[in-house]
Structure formats: C-alpha cells, structure tokens
C-alpha cells in the first residue's frame, strides 16, 4: 500500500510554509501528499496556540479523525506546530491517539522520527529549539510549493515578548535565515512558476542576517525576472527602519499593502502590553509611507479587552481605525495563554468585550466595503492564482491581495490581467478582463 500523508494546517501563514516544507520532506521516505484525509496512513494537525480556542480545535480535530477512521486502521497521528511545542509530552495524556508531537524548530527531525516509531511502537516528543540546522536541512530539499504566490520564511521567532504572546516560547528566540539561502530559494520558486513571493516572519522586519536587512531582500528578490510581486508579513512598528519605509521609494516590485499590527490605539493598553511602541510612533510611520505613496494602504491586528481597557482606551482604538481606515484587520477578543505575563491578570467582563469587538469589527467591515466599492469601475492588475471549480471562471488577487473573480481559462494562470470591476462585496470583486492596449491601470 502507498503511504500517504494529509496535513490539516491552522494557525498563521508561517505554519501553511512549514506544512508545504513537511510534504517536501516526508516525501524523501516515501510519502505522498493527498488531499483526501480519508485515504491517509499518516494524518499530520500543524497546530496554532495563539488562542485558547486555537488550541481546543486540535483536539476537537482528533476527535473527527478518531470517528473517521473508527472502522479501518489508524492512521499515524502526529501532532506538529505551537501546541506540540508548548503542550510536549503532556499531549499524550490528554489524547491517546496522538502517536507524535513535534515543535516547529524540529522539522528537519520529522523522518528520523517517524521510522523510528514504525520500528519502537513508541511515542515521541521533539521540542528543541534547533532552527539553524531545521533550514540547513530544508535548505537541501527543494520547496515544491509551485504555486503562484508562495511563502518564503525569513525569519522565525520572537524577542519581544509582548505580556500577551505565546510565540516566544513557542518558536523560540529570534533567528534570521542566511540571505543566500533566502535566494537561492526564491529563484528555484521563481524557476517553478512562482510570480509573487511573501516573504514571512513573526516578526519580519525585524530581519538581520550579517549587514542584510529585509529592505536588502526585497530588492535582491525583485531582480529576479520572474517575479513579478514582493510581499511581507507580519511587521512589528518598532522594526519599521527608515531603510524599510524608503524600499517603497525605490522598489518596483513591492505591493502597496502593509500588515502593521498595532493592537490598540491607547498608548496605555500599549505599554500594559509591554508593545515598545506608541501610537505617536505608528502616525510617523503611516504618515512617511503615505507621504511616499498615498496609494498605501495599511492592514492590522487587534486584542480587544485586553486586562485594563477601559471604554476610553478602546474609544482611541476605534477612532483609530477610523482614520488609518485599516482594510483586512484581524481582530480578537483577549485570550489568557499560559506562561505569559499576561495570563494573571483581571479579565474584564466578556458580554462588555464582545460588544466592543462587535463595534470595531462592524467598522472594519465598512472600511473594507468602502474601499471594494471605490475600486468599482477601475481597472486594476489582477495577478491570476488558479481556476474556480466551475472551471469558467479564474480567481486572481489585487496589489492590495483582494480576491477578484473573472471569466477567464488556464492559460491565464500566472499573468498580471487589466481587470475592469464591474461589481465588489465586503471580500471580493468581480470583474471582465480588459485589453490592455487603449485602457490606464489604476
Ligand atoms: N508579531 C506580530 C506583531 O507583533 O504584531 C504578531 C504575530 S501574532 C502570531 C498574531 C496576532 O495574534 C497578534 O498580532 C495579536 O493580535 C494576536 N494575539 C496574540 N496573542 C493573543 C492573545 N493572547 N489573545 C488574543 N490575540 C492574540
Ligand atoms: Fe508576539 Fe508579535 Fe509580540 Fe512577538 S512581537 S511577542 S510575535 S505579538
Ligand atoms: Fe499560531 Fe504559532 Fe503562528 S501560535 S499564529 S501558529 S506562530
């Protein structure tokens, strides 16, 4: 029988890369990627500890996997990811029928570990902090994403310890990948069809390998012909150098789109927050990109009832997103993570919570519907990623990563289109290719 892995991914844009390098791996002792769960030996949760409720979904997932596979063999289940990372052995007290459980900065550890459990029947945790050697050894397969736009991580883990965050703890201390590896990465993604690379990091600007930083990325990146867009997620404002902010002067490549997550607009919550920013820092950053190109536009995260906000604070915070006027913001309700700082403190009243996160979410939502609708009538590059399931259809995405819909077919697959919107909703425009020849791109 083939062996065949399903990787189930939740969590951030740096677990979908890892889980495409864990294909990429597992396939060098024989295992092929499958997208149909059912027909799996090796069921693989790539898992997300940011929030409680992140973390509960893996073990409400093991309890659909046990039900699947009641009446065939088990599957090998391994557990990969931040609660793999922060739970280790003790996962497999509370779930049996987790075989292995393996941190992120232990990848390069996954075939060792699964021929050993074939042949010791014994279960396993791997959670050392080994990142260096983790990208020598990716750095030797070759990442197989071929998709469009792919992840390329940069940088992974975190210094800062926000009062907040379990990322420290679960990727472990700052480390920034070697600028040629970076490279050499990107080029062979660019040889296999890629045409935008987003560049990934949890703390991406904070990037620093010798004298290199990610302006020095950026554009070593957009040399490469193929390439047609450069991205890069998530940036903390305190990395927000000045050589950064001037990339958008020179580079051609890099999209007007920055994810700058400011959690709160009360320097109060800021500082309870231990975010070594304030909200003056952030309006001198938005101020000079947008003094460079008004184009930009800004996307963010924020933590809602956070310990000591009082309506005050979250009045800043919403009149805040009011004039950055944020388009595709994530916004969460404080959840205590174990091990940080913040997890002793007073909650405030969840019902008050809910109503503040119902209120920002609505007018995030305006925001972004404002914006779709402005788009209506224009003509704007579409960068084409796949076709629909209807197969009539093509889906492609913005300079800004808004979805847009158009009739199209395969051969327009991986091309920059002139897309005039006829039509757009709170998510996604719809549009009809233009010819490009007597028409201006927005
Ligand atoms: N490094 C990025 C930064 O500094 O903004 C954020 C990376 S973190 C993986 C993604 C987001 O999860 C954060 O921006 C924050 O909004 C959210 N988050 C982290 N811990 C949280 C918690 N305990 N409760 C609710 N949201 C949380
Ligand atoms: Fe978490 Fe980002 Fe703060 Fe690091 S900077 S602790 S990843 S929120
Ligand atoms: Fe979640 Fe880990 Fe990413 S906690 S957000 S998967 S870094």
Redesign the pocket.
């Known amino acids: 029988m083939k062996k065949k892995i399903f990787i189930k991914t939740?969590?951030?844009q740096?677990?979908e890369y890892d889980s495409n390098r864990i294909y990429d791996t597992v396939k060098k002792i024989g295992y092929e990627k499958t997208l149909n769960y059912e027909d799996a030996n090796c069921y693989l949760l790539n898992?997300?500890?940011?929030r409680d409720k992140?973390k509960e979904k893996v073990y409400h997932e093991i309890g659909r996997v046990k039900k699947i596979f009641r009446n065939k063999k088990k599957p090998l289940v391994i557990i990969a990811?931040?609660v793999a990372q922060a739970e280790n052995e003790e996962i497999f007290k509370r779930e049996s029928y987790i075989d292995l459980a393996i941190g992120?900065q232990s990848y390069h550890k996954i075939n060792e570990m699964i021929l050993n459990y074939f042949e010791k029947k014994k279960k396993k945790d791997e959670t050392e902090f080994d990142v260096i050697s983790k990208f020598k050894y990716f750095s030797k397969i070759k990442n197989e994403s071929g998709k469009i736009s792919a992840f390329l991580t940069i940088q992974e883990g975190c210094d800062k310890f926000c009062h907040f965050c379990?990322?420290p703890f679960?990727?472990g201390p700052e480390y920034s990948r070697p600028f040629s590896q970076i490279i050499d990465e990107a080029k062979y993604l660019a040889d296999h069809g890629t045409k935008e690379i987003i560049l990934l990091g949890?703390n991406v600007n904070a990037y620093k390998f010798k004298n290199y930083r990610l302006s020095n990325l950026i554009f070593e990146i957009e040399k490469i012909a193929e390439i047609e867009r450069v991205r890069y997620t998530t940036s903390h404002p305190k990395d927000m150098t000045e050589d950064l902010i001037d990339t958008y002067k020179y580079s051609k490549k890099l999209m007007p789109l920055i994810h700058l997550p400011v959690q709160s607009g009360s320097d109060k919550i800021l500082e309870l927050m231990n975010r070594r920013h304030n909200i003056g820092n952030y309006l001198e950053i938005f101020d000079k990109l947008k003094n460079i190109n008004s184009k930009i536009e800004f996307s963010s995260d924020f933590i809602i009832g956070y310990p000591g906000e009082e309506e005050k604070d979250f009045d800043l915070t919403f009149n805040l997103i009011k004039k950055i006027k944020f388009i595709n913001s994530y916004s969460f309700i404080f959840s205590p993570r174990p091990g940080t700082l913040a997890s002793d403190l007073k909650l405030i009243d969840r019902q008050i919570s809910m109503k503040r996160l119902e209120k920002i979410q609505n007018q995030l939502f305006e925001n972004q519907i404002i914006m779709n609708r402005s788009m209506e009538n224009k003509i704007l590059n579409v960068l084409v990623e796949n076709l629909t399931e209807n197969k009539k259809q093509v889906f492609g995405r913005t300079e800004y990563m808004t979805p847009v819909l158009f009739d199209g077919s395969e051969k327009d697959i991986g091309k920059i289109l002139p897309v005039k919107i006829f039509k757009s909703n709170r998510s996604t425009l719809f549009g009809v290719v233009v010819n490009s020849s007597n028409k201006k791109v927005a």
């Open positions: 939740f969590g951030c740096m677990n898992t997300c500890h940011i992140a990811g931040c992120p379990v990322v679960t990727r949890q």
